[in-house]
Structure formats: C-alpha cells, structure tokens
C-alpha cells in the first residue's frame, strides 16, 4: 500500500507555471506586438512585390522555353511516328517477299501455292539482315507436303474437267417450267378456266 501513496503524490504535486516561455516567444515574436507586426508586414510585401517583379520579368522567358520544348517534342514526335511508319512498309514489303517466295517455290509441288503460305510461319524465313531463307522454306515446304498430303498437286498434270450431271436442271426431266412471266400468267388463267 505505500506505493500507491506515492503514485498519488507525484499525481497531486503542483505543477510548475508555463509562463516563461511564453515571455521568451513574445518576445522573438513579432505578431504580439502591433508595431513589430506592422514592421514585419510591410518587409513581407515588399519582398513579394520584389518576388512579384521578378517572376513578371522571367515569365516571357519561361513561356518561350515552354514553347521551344513543345516545339522540340512535336519534331521529335514527327521525326517517331514517320519512323514507325517507315518500319511498318518495309515490314509489309518483306512480308510479300517471303509470301511471293513461298509461293514460287510452292507451285512445282502444291496444287494452290497459296495454300503453302497459310500452314507456315512467314517470320520464321526472315534473318536479323532482312535476308530470306530459301532453304528453309524448300524445307518448311517437302515436311508440310509429307504432313498434308491432301495439299500436294495430284500426280497426272491434267486439269480436272467437272463431271455433268443430267439429273440436275430441268433438261433432264420433262417438268419444264415456262421461263417468261406471259407464259406463267397464261397457264394460272388456262388452270382458272378449266376449274370452272
């Protein structure tokens, strides 16, 4: 029990007065004072006018810095977008030489050469100097026409001739329709006569 006499006497001792520093802070403080505050209100809006003078004097200079790198980034912008333009053609232009190529090599054993291009990755024929792989693509193309036999042209070089068939159209049976609107009129009105 003595120790909670203790606790309570540190908590019921007086505390010390705050008084001095705030005597201290009156007395660096200018705002307590109305004539330091004044003082110290006029030396603030003279430097802002200062402040004031000096960014209205660096202003045209900042804006004709703002325009000259905008002007810098919209060249540059252009001189990019031109550029991946230019990258986007010869990438196309390669493409339909690998196509053409493929497709070359592909008539002496295909059918439809443009069968060939659509089973192979064209990407894969092109080296990092843009030089196109003719082997590889005589090798892409003998492997393609031993996994799809279906694809390779047939062995007589005949062209196919389509086979008639008779039993279509109205020549082979006698069930002729009239062609002209007149003659279907006239048979709707001979029918119409007879029912009577």
Same mark, same amino acid.
């Given at each position: ?53 000096? !960014?209205?004097?660096? $202003?045209? *200079?900042? #804006? =004709? ?5 905008? /002007?810098?980034? %919209? ?63 005589? !090798?892409?193309?003998? $492997?393609? *026409?031993? #996994? =799809? ?5 047939? /062995?007589?070089? %005949? ?38």
């Amino acid at each position: 029990m003595p120790e909670n006499e203790e606790t309570e006497q540190v908590e019921t001792d007086p505390q010390e007065p705050t008084t001095a520093p705030e005597a201290e802070q009156a007395k660096t403080d200018p705002w307590t004072d109305p004539d330091a505050a004044r003082k110290e209100i006029e030396k603030l809006r003279r430097e802002a006018a200062k402040y004031r003078t000096k !960014a209205g004097e660096l $202003e045209p *200079l900042a #804006r =004709k810095a703002q325009e000259l790198e905008d /002007a810098q980034k %919209s060249e540059q912008e252009r001189l990019t977008e031109q550029l991946t333009a230019v990258q986007e053609r010869a990438k196309a232009a390669q493409a339909r030489a690998v196509r053409s190529e493929v497709r070359a090599l592909a008539a002496a054993g295909f059918a439809d050469p443009d069968d060939a291009h659509a089973f192979l990755d064209l990407d894969a024929f092109v080296d990092a100097d843009g030089e196109i792989d003719t082997d590889g693509i005589r !090798a892409s193309l003998d $492997e393609l *026409l031993k #996994r =799809k036999p279906h694809l390779a042209r047939p /062995a007589d070089n %005949s062209p196919r001739r389509p086979a008639p068939d008779r039993t279509q159209g109205s020549s082979g049976n006698g069930n002729r329709t009239p062609n002209s609107p007149g003659e279907v009129f006239a048979g709707l009105m001979q029918k119409a006569l007879e029912g009577r």
